[in-house]
T-cell receptor, first 113, second 118 residues
């Protein structure tokens, strides 16, 4: 029972273009969503988050969109840079409990120069 | 250090041995989490600490797994009588742990311990 799904295992884009990473969830109790970036042999690095009371959050080149009715969120990276190449994990939690994160399996992004 | 520190970074041991993994959270973070990532899988929650107590142990896969936290800081995850299926990267994370109605706080991860059971 996978509550957070990232259906694209990989994505390849050209430098300077937009990268769009998608994530779907099934548990309607989730109310806090995060994106992490992971390089090989390193731990996940927090990128950006969004609370369920919002539908958009922006931080520099990174924007996260949340569509609660569709139980869908996406991460936009504009413009994409070769250093963005990594595995991106979507995660969700329910506030007020243990706040444990439920992760998707990740999408490997490759940005080509 | 500024980040979450985990040791050892790599551990190779024989099946049946006990192992102990250590996590030093970010200073001032009251919440601490253990996750693991098995080959080809996403990150899987194991246990959560708020201070020294563990209100959520629901992710521990068997009674061979235990964890403790002392002084509201360092945590150790112990696996007894290791099995080959315990091979994974064990990740620790910490967060400020403020009450959720005040603000959402992201979890910050260490680089993990890669555990290999022969």
């Amino acid at each position: 029972d996978q509550q957070v799904k990232q259906n694209s295992p990989s994505l390849s884009v050209q430098e300077g273009r937009i990268s769009i990473l998608n994530c779907d969830y099934t548990n309607s109790m989730f109310d806090y969503f995060l994106w992490y970036k992971k390089y090989p042999a390193e731990g996940p690095t927090f990128l950006i988050s969004i609370s369920s009371i919002k539908d958009k959050n922006e931080d520099g080149r990174f924007t996260v969109f949340l569509n609660k009715s569709a139980k869908h969120l996406s991460l936009h990276i504009v413009p994409s840079q070769p250093g963005d190449s990594a595995v991106y994990f979507c995660a969700a939690s329910t506030q007020g409990g243990s706040e444990k994160l439920v992760f998707g399996k990740g999408t490997k992004l490759t940005v080509n120069p | 250090g500024a980040g979450v520190s985990q040791s050892p970074s790599n551990k190779v041991t024989e099946k049946g041995k006990d192992v102990e993994l250590r996590c030093d959270p970010i200073s001032g973070h009251t919440a601490l989490y253990w996750y693991r990532q098995s080959l080809g899988q996403g990150l899987e929650f194991l246990i959560y600490f708020q201070g020294n107590s563990a209100p959520d142990k629901s992710g521990l896969p068997s009674d061979r797994f235990s964890a403790e936290r002392t002084g509201g800081s360092v945590s150790t995850l112990t696996i007894q009588r290791t099995q080959q299926e315990d091979s994974a990267v064990y990740l620790c994370a910490s967060s400020l742990g403020l009450p959720s109605y005040l603000s959402n706080q992201p979890q910050h991860f260490g680089d993990g311990t890669r555990l290999s059971i022969l």
